[in-house]
């Protein structure tokens, strides 16, 4: 009886120190058995005591009238599948008649409490069908992307979601977006995961980094163009509207209208085009917006102007033409001059990570999730890289990219250099690199020993 009492208490032991130090190995050995275990057992009671039960039947209250029996209890939402992740568990349930998936998604802090799961979050499937996910650890805390990720061209695993999901960057279907972040809140490993998953895809990388080039220079061998300072800036936004309209010509030239040809074979963007004649498409990376907004004499207002009309021309106009923006900076709002506002209409997709005040926030997020804004301001100050992402639609999530230092995010840019398009209406602008060095070359010279 002692021994077996040791070998529990070694097993218990063992298992609270996998808990605390290996979460995920925990969860996936002896967590997610718990975990269903539980949720099974305590769903009926935890659904009634969360109000997501409905009266049963008038039929089934009437025939127990007429029989003398006990009336039937509250009806919860039906299981239709309960599905264990790496991460979490996945509870699909069919509504009863009088529910809605709001009340569902208003007791998921209730159902984490009650089911003892660190988080759960849900979302509708289709009409009387809800998904909750429920997580069995902090899964942002050390993220670890999955090995199997669902790429396809010009959509780029990026972040985890808290709810242990993949968070894409999918140009194709949010072409233009915004990223937010206050200095050392981890918008810059953001962006360094950014650019190292569109490095292996067919896809011509524009940078414009007017802090003298410190963040994408380094980059360098996989960019097409690249600009750091203002003036350059101006030109390099300039040819790629010039390029953008000769695209536009080339759709035009290829759009195969005639009565014989069906709608669906009809070319409005590049995409619809042969592949042996579709231009590569092209992500415009800028680093700090404000450094392109900013002036102090009247020959940089007017460099101003114009370098803010060609953003807002390409963020009107270049999804069509394959050219799509990723503008990051601190602050985003009505100070940085006229235009500001027009162009931040235009960037669908917001990412904002520790901000410095809620006006930061509200400039990412107020006008299309307002309860994203105060999540955002939450955002502890230890916690970098962690951030807040939404859409036009309204739903946003939690997310952290994985980190990734600028050693690395170099060293998978100069292996995929042979990738980098050569983009004639950029060709003033590519950056001039050497050849990588074989080894280690020393920063300064050793002086010769005297005789």
Not at 13 to 24: D, E, I, T, V, Y
Not at 30 to 40: I, Q
Not at 158 to 184: C, I, K, Q
Not at 201 to 210: K, M, Q, T
């Amino acid at each position: 009886m002692t021994r077996f009492m040791v070998a529990v208490v070694v097993v218990v032991a063992a298992a609270g120190l996998l808990r605390w130090r290996r979460p995920a190995w925990y969860w996936l050995s002896l967590g997610v058995t718990f975990a269903t275990v539980r949720v099974l057992v305590r769903y009926a009671s935890v659904m009634d005591a969360c109000g997501l039960t409905v009266p049963p039947a008038r039929w089934r209250l009437a025939l127990a009238r007429m029989t003398g029996r006990e009336a039937p209890e509250f009806r919860p939402p039906r299981i239709l599948r309960l599905r264990p992740t790496r991460t979490g568990l996945v509870l699909r349930l069919k509504l009863k008649p009088g529910q809605d998936a709001f009340d569902v998604a208003a007791a998921t802090d209730r159902l984490r409490h009650s089911f003892g799961l660190y988080g759960v979050t849900s979302r509708e499937i289709r009409s009387g069908v809800v998904e909750v996910r429920m997580t069995g650890y902090d899964v942002l805390k050390r993220v670890q992307m999955p090995a199997r990720l669902d790429t396809r061209p010009m959509r780029i695993p990026v972040a985890l979601r808290e709810d242990g999901s993949v968070h894409y960057r999918d140009y194709r279907a949010v072409p233009h977006g915004l990223t937010l972040g206050a200095t050392e809140s981890g918008k810059s490993v953001y962006q360094r995961n950014l650019v190292a998953g569109l490095a292996p895809h067919h896809v011509a990388l524009v940078g414009i980094d007017c802090k003298q080039g410190v963040e994408l220079f380094p980059l360098a061998r996989r960019f097409s163009a690249l600009a750091d300072n203002p003036d350059t800036a101006l030109e390099l936004l300039e040819a790629l509207v010039t390029h953008m309209e000769e695209v536009y010509q080339l759709i035009r030239a290829e759009q195969r209208i005639s009565v014989a040809v069906p709608d669906a074979e009809i070319a409005a963007d590049i995409w619809d085009l042969p592949e042996d004649i579709r231009p590569v498409p092209v992500v415009v990376l800028v680093d700090e917006v404000a450094e392109l907004a900013l002036y102090a004499t009247k020959d940089e207002e007017k460099r101003r102007d114009r370098i803010i009309t060609a953003l807002v021309r390409l963020a009107q106009l270049g999804r069509a033409s394959g050219i799509y923006l990723e503008i990051c900076g601190q602050r985003f709002g009505s100070e940085l001059g006229k235009g500001i506002t027009m162009l931040r209409a235009q960037l669908t997709g917001r990412t904002a990570h520790r901000v410095n005040d809620e006006t930061s926030a509200n400039m990412a997020f107020g006008d299309i999730a307002p309860d994203a804004v105060l999540a955002a301001i939450q955002i502890p100050a230890e916690t970098r890289g962690l951030a807040i992402a939404a859409d036009s639609t309204g739903g946003w999530h939690r997310v952290r990219a994985p980190h990734t230092s600028l050693r690395e995010a170099v060293n998978i840019c100069n292996k995929h250099a042979h990738r980098t398009p050569d983009v004639p209406a950029l060709a003033a602008f590519r950056p001039a690199t050497a050849a990588v060095p074989s080894a280690r070359v020393r920063l300064s010279k050793t002086a010769p020993a005297s005789a």
